[in-house]
Every structure is written in C-alpha cells, then in structure tokens.
C-alpha cells in the first residue's frame, strides 16, 4: 500500500470515528422546554408577517429541511 493510501485510510478511518462519536452523543441529550422555545423564537424571527412564509426564498421551505 502506497504512503498516501495509508494517509488517506487512516484519516478517514479518524473522521468516521469521530462522526460516529458525535451522532451518540446527539442520541443521548433530551429536548428541554427551553429548546422547543428556542427554535420557536427563531421561526418567529425569520417570518414574513406581510406575505406569509419564511425569509425570502425559498418561501415555503421543503419540508426536509425544517428541522423543527
């Protein structure tokens, strides 16, 4: 196996490590009170009371990425 193979294996091998150490961590939290009013503070802040919708575009945001 060439030098930079190896380099390359064994820092993707690092960073999928570590990803996975992050997603358990995220699993183990819960959602507070304060995290729900948060989120809602946000919402309220980036909409659009005259039209309707979120900020600019897209103004109906696809339902995937509203992570609320």
Do not use: H, W
């Amino acid at each position: 196996m060439e030098k930079g193979q190896k380099k390359l294996l064994d820092s993707s091998e690092k960073i999928f490590r570590e990803l996975t150490k992050l997603n358990q961590e995220d699993k183990k939290g819960k959602i507070t009170k304060e995290d729900v009013l948060e989120a809602v503070n946000e919402f309220e802040v980036i909409f659009d009371r005259l039209y309707g919708g979120f900020n600019k575009r897209p103004k109906f945001p696809i339902p995937t990425t509203c992570y609320f």
